[in-house]
């Protein structure tokens, strides 16, 4: 294997969604290592660690160098056989966990999944309402109801808005809506219609137009749609269109999901 070249594994008690978030984070900071990820979810007994373990071990004798293993497990037996079998495991839940049981004067309750598990079932449930809205009213659809939305997001076609939706709702249980501006809105002077009732709640999103291009030729490069000349033009008209209607918008061309949902939850002060 390639010196520049790293194996990872991602060990977890649940779903494994922690561990690599965490992980991919502090791994950003390499960006001269390729990395080859494994997610290694559910190590929830001794033979479970045992078998993930001996994948670890396996994965040095084939590469010659030794992975790197990125546990959340709170099982500390479980977490004796990773940290054995290894010597580059980072445990991310024991790191803090000792400090944080000093700092509250209690012990934690070393119990696996309680961040993905249903722990509250309100928010639960608060957050499955809001993904249903949000699929219900992707790309400008049931528009009658769009005032219902905590959020709306609005610009041309491929600019990033359903993802984001889809990220709002999932990780923030905003009910997230969103409607695409086409060259019939721009004919128009002013709001679409549509969007009056919800002023109050739009936030655009925009895109280079080269980057604009690239992404809709690789969906339909036939015609006019994804020509740059036309989204030169959309994206013009979009920009001028949120100046004109002061809404606030944020250009998504070099920026990820996470932190446009981020951005988004800051500028409109959502909860």
Known sequence: MSTNSRRVFFVSDRTGITAETLGRSLLTQFPDTEFRITNVPFVTNQLAAEKAAAVIRGAFELDGVK???FSTLTDPATQFVI???NEYVFDLFGTFIEPLEDALGTESSHTAGRMHGIGDVGEYERRLSALNFTLGHDDGLSPRDIDGSDVVLVGVSRCGKTPTCLYLAMHYSIAAANYPVTDDDFSQRGLPKILEVCRDKLYGLTIVP?????????RRPEGAYSTLSQC???VAQAETLFRDEKIPFLDTTTISIEEIAATI???MNLR
């Open 67 to 69: 992975p790197l293993v």
């Open 83 to 85: 940290s054995s079998c």
């Open 210 to 218: 080269e980057q604009l291009s690239r992404i809709r030729q690789e």
């Open 232 to 234: 030169r033009s959309e």
């Open 265 to 267: 939850v800051r500028d």
